[in-house]
């Protein structure tokens, strides 16, 4: 069974670094893209960043680039979502999802960031 | 960055009746390669998303045959065929056929 457990999510203030982490379970890690996908509270869902399996290409939506970067450890089938200069608007449920065929087959549950004073 | 509505966004539904969510695209999400990458999910209150559908009309393993997805080009629908207590939740179309993924902004189900 495909599982993924995020952690990390946490209080932090504007301006300020948080590390999101993702463990997989259950497949063979090093044969997928891997992505993260927020939701800000009582909103919709917004997809952040895509790692392709070998770790060598990243993509970012625009609202993140240059602030997150995204990075995997295959032979600990874990994916990570670095983010500095937090904003009020970076507040959400982060995602871990795992891509395949064009497609966010497998979500995990979810972990908090919250960007306050 | 395609543009991702539905319709409704609110849909109140009596258990046993069916019920049809609207998805539509700024530009065709038919890809190069001959596919149409347009998903369907659903999230329950408190839990996160789930994929119902992928490519239009391919139902994941586990999920009940009341639901079906159909469509191209620009416009998808979900049905469902009799509303269940546990069909309640947000449904949210999403491509991924065109750089980046984009999610539409959900329709929340709830029991009449």
């Known amino acids: 069974e495909v599982q993924l457990v995020e952690s990390g999510g946490d209080l932090v203030q504007p301006g300020g670094s948080l590390r999101l982490s993702c463990a997989a379970s259950?497949?063979?890690?090093?044969?997928?893209?891997m992505n993260w996908v927020r939701q800000a509270p009582g909103k919709e869902l917004e997809w952040v960043a895509n790692?392709?399996?070998?770790?060598?290409?990243?993509y970012y939506a625009d609202s993140v680039r240059g602030r997150f970067t995204i990075s995997r450890d295959n032979p600990k089938n874990s994916v990570f979502l670095q983010m500095h200069s937090l904003r009020a608007e970076d507040t959400a449920v982060y995602y871990c999802?795992?891509?395949?065929?064009?497609?966010?087959?497998?979500w995990g549950q979810g972990t908090l960031v919250t960007v306050s004073s | 960055d395609v543009v991702m509505t539905q319709s409704p966004l609110s849909l109140p539904v009596t258990l046993g009746q069916p019920a049809s969510i609207s998805c539509r695209s700024s530009?065709?999400?038919?890809?190069?390669?001959?596919?149409?990458?347009l998903d369907w999910l659903h999230q329950r209150p408190g839990q996160s998303p789930r994929r119902l559908i992928h490519?239009?009309?391919k139902r994941d393993s586990g999920v009940p045959d009341r639901f079906s997805g159909s469509g191209s080009g620009t416009d998808f629908t979900l049905k469902i065929s009799r509303v269940e207590a546990e069909d309640v939740g947000v449904y949210y179309c999403?491509?991924?056929?065109?750089?980046?993924?984009?999610f539409g902004p959900g329709t929340k189900v709830d029991i009449k």
């Open positions: 999802a795992r891509g395949f065929e064009y497609s966010f087959d497998s």
């Open positions: 259950g497949f063979t890690f090093s044969n997928y893209f």
């Open positions: 790692i392709r399996p070998d770790g060598v290409d990243t």
């Open positions: 530009r065709s999400l038919v890809h190069s390669d001959g596919n149409t990458y």
């Open positions: 490519k239009v009309s």
């Open positions: 999403v491509q991924i056929t065109h750089w980046p993924p984009v």
